[in-house]
């Protein structure tokens, strides 16, 4: 049986870096007005020379390295579990080099490169029962998170397992994405969206709606920055001169500018179920919580409690993204959490033709048999 939670001494490393990552950050102002209102004077415009670097992942020269100390205010702290020869600069980077780590009975799962450091613990509560894993993400030198997809050519019909397309791209770190292909295969409306730079769909619901999915907004920014927005605030030329180069659509919106999105919560994912949802603290600090659900072990959050602990972990743009039977993390090419409605820790969830990722690595690869392992 799986032990629920994370040993002392790796939490108190990963709660170390993120509280000193986060006094040191720049700070995004959680005041802000009502959801309904018009944003478009706080978002930066970005050109089109910039929007061309989006997916360009730069090392940078070996900064003085440390082993553990907490220098400039800025964490680096490491498990005493840590990988051999892996050293950090100030601010928990590795100064060389790419280092995993994966410690599946305690739940933990760490990663950390010159650009990108990833750390998931493995959470649970008795009352009410539920297991949920949270993502503290930091990045820098244009590492962003993308959707990426099995076939770049076809992102509406071909698909595969989720692991396997973040197997085929080599991603470091991945979650289930919007699940928009589907309604885009149903000819149904599929909201406003937007691929790699390239405007996919410009129709969404009215205001009047009240379909669940409710086609909520997030849009992805060159400089790092996600933005959740409801579903009418902006136009899909307005994403696109934000210079948006993803733009998904599900919903609702958990948090903008530090706010709870509340009158959204009572009509949308009231209920518990598995969830999964991305958040912004700042840009280059990121966090990404799966929760599992329709199991004994765990039932499940609401958009409700999963706002809220997003809120409490200090994100200032949150978004739910699919859940139930669509809802995973993938970690290094590897599912680690277990799916809703089955207590084998080897089912899949739902297939589709994209993930929400960050981050590639030539340590993530396919399995030798790339159609044996679509069939597990």
């Known amino acids: 049986m799986r032990k629920p939670i994370v040993s002392g001494l790796h939490r108190i490393a990963v709660a170390m870096m993120v509280i000193c990552l986060m006094l040191t950050a720049c700070g995004v102002s959680a005041a802000g007005s009502a959801l309904g209102e018009n944003k478009t004077a706080a978002t ?21 390295a440390t082993t553990g100390a907490i220098t400039n205010g800025a964490a680096a702290t490491l498990p005493s579990n840590a ?108 909201g406003l969206l937007i691929r790699n730079g390239t405007v996919v769909s410009s129709k969404t619901f009215s205001k009047k709606a009240t379909k669940y999915p409710n086609l909520d907004n997030l849009a992805l920014l060159p400089d790092g920055t996600m933005l959740a927005f409801g579903r009418n605030e902006h136009t899909i030329d307005e994403y696109v001169a934000m210079g948006a180069y993803d733009l998904l659509a599900f919903g609702p919106v958990l948090l903008h500018e530090g706010v709870l999105n509340s009158k959204a919560f009572s009509k949308y994912g009231w209920e518990r179920a598995p969830r999964t949802a991305i958040g912004m603290v700042t840009p280059g600090h990121y966090i990404a919580i799966m929760v599992e659900g329709r199991q004994d072990e765990s039932r499940g959050w609401s958009t409700t409690h999963l706002a809220a602990h997003m809120q409490e972990l200090g994100a200032v743009e949150a978004f739910n993204l699919d859940g139930g039977q669509s809802a995973t993390m993938i970690f290094m090419g590897e599912q680690i959490i277990r799916v809703g409605n089955s207590d084998s820790e080897t089912a899949k969830p739902r297939k589709a033709t994209e993930v929400l990722g960050i981050g590639q690595s030539d340590l993530v690869q396919l399995p030798d048999t790339e159609g044996a392992a679509n069939k597990k």
């Open 83 to 190: 990988p051999d020869g892996l050293r950090v600069d100030a601010d928990g980077y590795a100064v060389d080099g790419e280092y995993s780590l994966r410690d599946k009975d305690n739940g933990s799962y760490d990663y950390w490169s010159q650009s990108l450091q990833i750390h998931i613990t493995r959470h649970a509560d008795t009352s009410p029962r539920v297991v949920w894993f949270e993502a503290q993400i930091f990045a820098r030198n244009d590492t962003l998170f993308h959707m990426f997809a099995y076939d770049e050519t076809d992102r509406v019909h071909k698909g595969a397992h989720q692991t396997v397309i973040a197997q085929k791209n080599h991603v470091v770190f991945a979650i289930n994405g919007d699940f928009a292909h589907l309604r885009l295969g149903w000819k149904a409306t599929a």
């Open 44 to 64: 930066a415009q970005v050109s089109d020379a910039a929007l061309a670097t989006v997916t360009a992942a730069q090392a940078t020269p070996a900064p003085k």
